[in-house]
């Protein structure tokens, strides 16, 4: 939802990426490459390339390659290939190329997004690996030629923690001299606010035995601090004493800094529909005081606002300030709807079975629905009453959800209603149209039981 509603920030953080990023038709023709894929495949202009087949930017024996990613995406599946292609320019290059296909609610594919990033370096290591059978080429310089190919700072240390290796990216990134981080001086490329904290989790890796895994800063040749990821694993001897660790840095800091950008835009926004909700329910407010006739209609109205309020307040955004207690699920927004309506130990109304996830869509749609059942069950059915008792019933199964509504003891019904509400009509359809749920209703003389189908894919996204 948000990046829809910020199509520039959309193409902010995709401009950022150092992959080429495009996104294709189901035909096959291009629509879209990012800033960085444009720089990496050397063309001027986009609309050199736009609305062509995509395979036809390819040398023939890669082509094939190429339709069959496309194919396999028109079904719904994700793939990977390597393949030669040169630049716009002619200059030599190999791609490690993903494709997947971008899916509705209901799982079709409407068009596809592929990232390609230029694996040449590494190819050429390996060549030259592979081609070379002379004594010299000992296992030492191929590892050396390997871990120098990849985009990821790699380290080694000795059992008691001390670093005595660093491949050519660790360099690269923080264009210190070779050797001037050995032992204990790579703590001082860190953010000094992260230090403490990396010196306690690394030590604690090394009394433990257990894997490493941190987040902190890290001083670029720039003099920029950056974010990035650090693991590292301990390799055991036959005696089960740890003899090396070799661990990774991964930088992060442009991921991280989208994501921090997205929830701040999320949370201001999130912001705003809250004012939304509340503005249109004081203008329903002020407006019916000059209809008195209307007034029931206004009540129910501001009712049906409060409760998409409700579930947007639910699945909102949250930030380390305003953490949510929990993840937001089917079964907690359940219990926010019907708040109102139930009073503590009084047992009337009941959750129980399978939960699964819920999206702010399926949320919105659902909270329709469950709030115009409560509001009949409490002026018809099993709420209106002292001894009536709601129980809703859960099941996750495979790739459905369902949900059950079961009203007891509630005034005995003669018959169907010769026509549903306003109301009902209004949150099945949503639910029908925006999450493809299937409703069933029995109007039972013993109480109301409503069941609603939804896919599992629908409610999560």
Known sequence: MLLACDPTFFRSVLDASRDCIKVVELDGRLSYMNAGGLCLMEIDDFTDVADRLWWELWPADAAALVRGAVEAARQGIASRFEAFCPTAKGAPKWWDVSVAPILDARGKALRMVSSSRDISERKRAMAALEGSDTPEVDSQRRLEAIVNSIDQMIWSTRPDGYHDYYNARWYEFTGVPPGSTDGEAWNGMFHPEDQERAWAVWRHSLATGEPYHIEYRLRHRSGQYRWVIGRAQPVRGADGRIVRWYGTCTDVHDLKTAEEQRELIAHELSHRIK????????IISITARGFPQARDFADTIRARIAALG??????RPHGPESAA????????????????????????????????????????AMALVIHELATNAV???????????????????????????????????????????????????VAAGQLG???EQDWNPAGLRFRIDIPVSAIIH
């Open 275 to 282: 004012n939304i909700f509340a503005v249109i329910g004081g």
């Open 325 to 364: 207690p929990e993840a937001a699920n089917v079964h907690g927004l359940i219990a926010a709807l019907l708040k109102p309506y139930q009073i503590d130990g009084d047992g009337r109304i009941s959750v129980d079975g399978g939960d699964v996830p819920i999206g702010p869509r399926a949320a919105t």
């Open 379 to 429: 002026k018809y059915g099993a709420l209106s009453v002292p001894g009536g008792k709601l129980r809703i019933n859960c099941e996750a199964d495979g790739d459905t959800f369902r949900m059950n509504w079961l009203e007891e003891n509630g005034p005995r019904i003669a018959a169907a209603p010769a026509q549903s509400g306003f109301g009902s009509q209004l949150s099945q359809r």
């Open 437 to 439: 749920a299937r409703i």
């Open 310 to 315: 409700r579930a947007h307040d639910y699945v």
